[in-house]
Structure formats: C-alpha cells, structure tokens
C-alpha cells in the first residue's frame, strides 16, 4: 500500500472538486443523519439486538473512516490546471489520442490516482501506460507491459484542455 502520509496528490481542479463536495457531504448531510438515527436507535432500549443501532455505529464508523481519507487526499492535494500547460510532451494533465500496432485509436486523459476511470479514458499518471506517456512527445511510441504480453502505441496527438 502506498505512504498517503508524504505523497502529494496530483489532481486536477475537478478532481478536487469532487473530493470537496464528497467531504462536504458526509460532513453535513450523511453523518449527521446516521448521527440522529443512532441516537433515536439509543433510545429505544435494549441495544444488543436492535438493528439500526447496529447498523448505524457500522455506517457511521465508515463514514468517519472516508472523511479521514478525503481530509487527507485533499491536504496532500496538488492542483494542476491542464488548461496552464504549456508544453508539447505528455505532462500531467494531457488528453493524448494514441494508436496501437493495428492502427486502433484511443484517446486518455493523465490524471490523479483519485480520479481514475478507464471507461472513460482517464488513467493515472502512476499507471503503466500513463508513467508510460510522461515526456513523450508526438510521434514517439511506447512500449507497455502487459499480463498479455507487450503493446505498442504511437503518441498521435497531444492537447491540454479542461477534464471532466
């Protein structure tokens, strides 16, 4: 597992987004209603066997457990604007269309480890193909490793432009 403790986290501005609104609602909506059931479950007595009691000490130490790790992403967060890059090799950031070797097209966008999505095409800077693409320029390629064997791909295009 990596050390969340010293690692900074690469992120885009929405990535970012989305770990604020999340904290955001655990902090003042989920918490605070699970906080209230727990109480009303307390109440009613006997708690050994009373579910929702149960229950709600399991969500609630959940919750808890995510808002740690969210503060800490967020504390341990870089912002990086792609929209600010200025650079004509694959840097954090990058939206890149590459080819393989029989002439498939796809295009991925370098992000944090927080805001990957592979159906999407967003793929971690830490990734094999995404470490992979990091200082490339167009028309290198690349050679990555993969449990089926090794894939090539050509860097065809590359652009810095805002990641939803």
């Known amino acids: ?46 708690r ?12 609630l130490r959940e919750i808890d457990r995510r808002i740690r790790f969210l503060t800490l992403r967020i504390e341990l967060a870089v912002v990086i604007d792609p929209l600010s890059i200025k650079a004509s090799s694959v840097q954090f950031g990058a939206s890149v269309v590459i080819s393989n070797d029989e002439g498939g097209h796809r295009q991925i966008a370098i992000v944090g480890v927080d805001e990957i999505n592979t159906e999407r095409g967003r793929l971690s800077w830490r990734s094999p193909i995404g470490s992979s693409l990091i200082g490339k320029e167009v028309g290198d390629t690349i050679e990555v490793r993969t449990p089926k064997g090794n894939d090539n791909y050509e860097i065809i295009e590359i652009t810095y432009k805002e990641i939803s």
Request: aromatic share 8%.
């Open 1 to 46: 597992m990596m050390n969340l403790n010293k690692e900074k986290n690469y992120i885009t501005p929405i990535g970012f987004q989305k770990l604020k609104d999340e904290l955001n609602q655990l902090l003042k909506v989920e918490r605070p209603e699970i906080t209230k059931t727990i109480a009303w479950a307390a109440s009613n007595g006997d």
């Open 48 to 59: 050994s066997e009373n579910a929702d009691y149960i229950y709600g000490k399991k969500r």
